[in-house]
């Protein structure tokens, strides 16, 4: 296979990449979660996963850039208290993961920066240890 086929392993600044390849928002994957690969309690996420849980870092950080504020405020108010119930089901594969689970796995990568530019959102969740 040609190195030209195999640009996800390219290094270089953002804005290059983005302009060689095309990573914009208005390209990003359609994402598809199948709900019978989710646990009952998270699949009121799954309309975030397939809108937020964009694997490539380039082409997420300009589709968060491209949307309204209140909506990326929105996503993190609702995803932000759930990471903890997110994580605990991820940590329950060990080998085999199934596709759901790495698109919730992106959808925490994406919670966590946009989480940075809205700490404000975040309710502060009682520990057990309180």
Same mark, same amino acid.
């Given at each position: 296979?040609?190195?030209?086929?195999?640009?996800?392993?390219?290094?270089?600044?953002?804005?290059?990449?983005?302009?060689?390849? $095309?990573? #914009?928002? %208005?390209?990003? /994957?359609?994402?598809? !979660?199948?709900?019978?690969?989710?646990?009952?309690?998270? &699949? @009121?996420?799954?309309?975030?996963?397939?809108?937020?849980?964009?694997?490539?870092?380039?082409?997420? $950080?300009? #589709?968060? %850039?491209?949307? /309204?504020?209140?909506? !990326?405020?929105?996503?993190?108010?609702?995803?932000?208290? &759930? @990471?903890?119930?997110?994580?605990?089901?991820?940590?329950?594969?060990?080998?085999?993961?199934?596709?759901?689970?790495?698109?919730?796995?992106?959808?925490?990568?994406?919670?966590?920066?946009?989480?940075?530019?809205?700490?404000?959102?975040?309710?502060?969740?009682?520990?057990?240890?309180?």
């Amino acid at each position: 296979m040609p190195d030209d086929d195999r640009h996800e392993f390219d290094v270089g600044p953002g804005d290059e990449m983005q302009r060689k390849y $095309g990573w #914009y928002a %208005e390209n990003r /994957p359609d994402i598809h !979660v199948e709900p019978d690969q989710v646990p009952e309690p998270l &699949r @009121d996420l799954i309309p975030y996963v397939e809108r937020w849980a964009i694997p490539c870092d380039v082409t997420r $950080g300009d #589709y968060f %850039e491209k949307q /309204p504020e209140a909506d !990326v405020r929105e996503f993190v108010r609702v995803v932000a208290p &759930r @990471d903890g119930e997110i994580n605990a089901w991820l940590d329950t594969f060990k080998t085999q993961w199934p596709q759901a689970g790495f698109q919730f796995m992106y959808l925490l990568k994406a919670l966590g920066e946009a989480a940075c530019d809205y700490p404000d959102e975040i309710e502060e969740v009682p520990s057990d240890d309180a």
